[in-house]
């Protein structure tokens, strides 16, 4: 990790730095960041000669070395000084809750305006909503493009930052024309490395928020990481890692339930981790002890479905959406289960 002496290298800098790095076979990659651009390098840096040639530049402060196979995420990176902020809660600090309906139905814009107005006075920080869905079924519902009007519309109404997913370049494409505050990579993308190092390039040095759920099949925790790594190595370090159960299925729950894996993930990256126990347990009636749990684990946040009248919802909210009552009671116990587990951190 190349640390300059100054906020941004000039372009013949960064080409000096990149005339040396190919030299031992490795690349240069700018990370963006509100106080300074940090230059990571990709590849094997084990090199005494390459790190004494970038040294001696007099742009150079420092290098930074970093041997874990995920190096942006690891947390002996300069990233870990950097706070994922949504609205005016600063993730790792803060608890987040990000809350709302599975899928935006396009013929029922008012439904879910009523819901995003419910989901505000709960106490939500960031309003979720599916504006595209990925179905395993081509006849099941799949969304529409106009729900991208309804969800900023309901961004107007509440003030809330705004979450969606996106499934394509042309998506996200949509999505950063429309302004939307967070990206949300689901699990069937979570390994498609071409989409998200696209992600990290179209949304960096900007403050919008990516957050990666983790795959459905996905193994080694480091897998995760390093999927995540794609997005900030393009140049965005807004990163939220975010846990939703995996395959296969546990008797009674959707998925099983991987909200322990947090406590992993945060003694190897700085990334904050917001778990979605919604995808987890997959009924409305085991969401609340599954959010409990995550937060126990020390989850910096959650991602839950929740909408005003679930029967009427699209989707996954009529079996696993919980209601905006049952939203303000539990933001107020997961915020007394945070306090809780604080004791415990070492």
């Known amino acids: 990790m190349i640390l300059p002496n100054k906020k941004q290298l000039a372009e013949s800098e960064i080409a000096i730095l990149n005339s040396i790095a190919k030299e031992f076979n490795v690349s240069i990659q700018p990370i963006y960041g509100t106080n300074r651009t940090i230059y990571a390098i990709l590849g094997d840096e084990r090199s005494p000669l390459m790190i004494k040639r970038f040294e001696g530049l007099d742009f150079v402060e420092r290098i930074d070395q970093i041997q874990a196979p995920f190096k942006l995420m690891s947390k002996e990176n300069n990233l870990a000084q950097h706070h994922v902020i949504i609205g005016e809660k600063v993730l790792g600090h803060d608890l987040v809750v990000i809350a709302g309906p599975c899928a935006i139905d396009p013929n029922n814009a008012n439904l879910f305006v009523e819901s995003a107005m419910a989901i505000k006075e709960a106490g939500a920080d960031m309003l979720r909503g599916g504006v595209w869905k990925p179905r395993t079924s081509p006849h099941a519902f799949k969304g529409d493009a ?109 998925n099983t339930p991987d909200e322990a894996i947090t406590s992993l993930l945060k003694e190897k990256t700085w990334a904050p981790v917001v778990v979605d126990p919604s995808h987890s347990v997959g009924k409305a009636k085991y969401v609340p002890k599954a959010a409990l749990a995550a937060i126990s684990y020390g989850a910096d946040g959650v991602l839950i479905e929740c909408h005003s009248k679930p029967s009427k919802g699209l989707g996954d909210d009529p079996k696993q959406a919980i209601t905006p009552d049952v939203l303000k009671k539990l933001i107020v116990d997961m915020r007394q289960v945070k306090a809780i587990t604080e004791k415990y951190n070492v």
């Open 146 to 254: 106009k729900s991208l009007d309804i969800l900023c519309e309901a961004r107007a109404k509440t003030g809330l930052p705004i979450n969606t997913e996106v499934m394509d370049v042309h998506q996200l494409e949509m999505c950063i024309e429309a302004g939307i505050d967070c990206i949300q990579i689901g699990a069937r993308n979570a390994l498609n490395y071409p989409l998200l190092s696209a992600i990290g390039r179209a949304t960096h040095d900007t403050a919008i928020k990516v957050l990666l759920k983790r795959g459905m099949h996905m193994g080694a925790i480091n897998e995760f990481i390093l999927a995540a790594e794609y997005i900030v190595a393009g140049g965005n370090p807004n990163i939220m890692l975010c846990p939703r159960g995996t395959q296969p299925a546990m008797d009674g729950y959707r």
